[in-house]
């Protein structure tokens, strides 16, 4: 502190308690919502405190079907967001702890040509050419499958730059005291340098939960049954009912269990979550 | 310089996975997308036909891929600008704050974990026209609020619910660029008397800049290609085409309307869109590792 300004100070800490307030507004408001019953939001507007039936609720969202098309409970799509967060989370971590070993461990040619098809992967998300890669996605027979929602994401150039980065700063006598003592590639990648890359492993998985957890516009393209549904894409299909019969309790229910596993994984794990956010800051 | 392993065959094995995954799901349905640019297909796949740059010749005499690039503009710069001015606002004064830093940080960051369609489903019913809290609230302020009909309105609810998810990246990253600022600096513009009014303008906004620039990037890839999903799950680019963004439109044309090459001609404008960004955030980052 500079100088003792104490009406500064108060000011500070209201800015902040309005920030956090309206930041924390609309899941504040769904979660009220969710402890009324359907018929209270015909009456013209969302109450404003808790009713009592958030029991009723949220037991027939996590496990009655779904409706509207969709005939699995939320808990079966938490589960199928859960395989397709871990599969995306641990695929990139492995293939790219593989490159980066592969890139800054090993002289061959076509070294750089290799780095530069990587870095490619950030030029071309998948929003870009939506299309294309589901028809190359589809002629692989790979729709409706694990496989489908987890592999064709799991190339990562930014967690490759990361370990490349990581590995580099790793000093040359200890890769050649393991070399002088026998060990070879296998034996140094596993006992040195997966140890030394503990941390920017754990903080990477930590974005990267978040990212797999959070995928909409993929689970969208290629799940049309419901056994591979995903929590945060169903949103779209549980609204979508025509004849304005939406019940409102239960898609707030829905949406809040939805954001619960990343949220908590965000504020259980901060350090690592700012860590990974910083180092992955492309 | 690195010690390396001298095996010729192993780091190929090592990077197959990769290069596999990048050419089968990256690099072909690129070229793909390139391909179909150059052709007219049917609707069902059954024939084409090469046509050259027709595709690209009715992208650019349509007046609403204008439409639309417009939208997204307006769209990005305001998610990126209101989004910034509102973090700057709180990192400055959780930067001051000595007491519950870490609370308030807690409390301000978890919105970044929360789906972009589901930030949207949120802000969508507190502002539902019928029974949004907040659309009662305007009404009775004399704002007919109704963004089924009024494309203004959509727009400003999707910056919103857009914004919202993003204030959390920026505010942990001013807050890093704030307390990077040396203190010394500050300590003597205060005793030469300068209000933290004045200090804040002169020295720690200017400071701040390197941050801004890569936020203002970030915000603006964040902006373009991220936010299928809030679009998507609210508006789906409507009223009419007041929310259509660039992103939107490729998915719209290709899986709604159908309409394969010109959903392809898109996608090859995008990338190119995408590229050049991708190469000026780089650029910028080799700028801050060498004057740092």
Known sequence: ?282 | MTVTFPQKGLPWLLLLPQLLITAIFFLWPAEQALEQAFYQEDAFGLSREFIGLENFADLFSNPLYYQSILTTLVFSFSVAIVGMSVALLLAVMADRVIRGKLAYQTLLIWPYAVAPALAGVLWWILFDPSMGPIALWLKSAGVDWNHYLDGSQAMILVVIASTWKQISYNFLFFLAGLQAVPRSLIEAAAIDGASPFKRFWTIVFPLLSPTTFFLLVVNLVYAFFETFGVIDATTKGGPGQSTTTLVYKVFDDGFVGLDLGGSAAQSVVLMGIVGLMTVIQFRFIERKVQYS
């Open chain 1, 1 to 282: 502190m500079i100088e003792n300004r104490p009406w500064l100070t108060f000011v500070s800490h209201a800015t902040l308690l309005t920030g956090i307030a309206l930041v924390a507004l609309p899941v504040w408001m769904a979660l009220v919502a969710s402890t009324h019953p359907a018929s209270a939001f015909g009456v013209g507007h969302i109450p404003l405190w808790f009713g009592d039936a958030g029991a009723e609720t949220w037991g027939a969202v996590l496990f009655d079907k779904a409706g509207n098309g969709v005939d699995v409970p939320v808990w079966f799509m938490m589960l199928n967001s859960l395989i397709m967060a871990l599969g995306i989370t641990f695929g990139k971590i492995a293939i790219s702890l593989l490159s980066a070993y592969a890139i800054v461990f090993f002289r061959f040619p076509f070294r750089n040509l290799c780095f530069w098809i990587i870095f490619m992967t950030l030029m071309l998300p998948v929003e870009v050419r939506i299309v294309p890669t589901y028809e190359v996605v589809a002629n692989l027979d790979l729709l409706n499958s694990y496989t489908g929602l987890t592999l064709p994401l799991i190339a990562s150039a930014t967690a490759t730059f990361l370990f490349r980065q990581c590995f580099l700063s790793i000093p040359g006598e200890l890769v050649e005291a393991a070399r002088m003592d026998g060990a070879g590639p296998w034996r140094f990648f596993f006992d040195i340098l997966l140890p030394l890359s503990r941390t920017n492993i754990a903080a990477l998985f930590v974005i990267l939960f978040i990212y797999g957890w959070n995928q909409y516009l993929w689970p969208l393209l290629i799940t049309t049954d419901d056994a591979y549904y995903t929590l945060v894409m169903s949103i779209k299909r549980m609204l979508s009912v025509t004849d304005g019969d939406i019940a409102w309790n239960q898609i707030m229910a829905t949406t809040l269990l939805a954001m619960l596993p990343p949220v908590a994984v965000v504020i259980g794990m901060q350090k690592l979550f700012v860590k990974g956010l910083v180092d992955s800051e492309k």
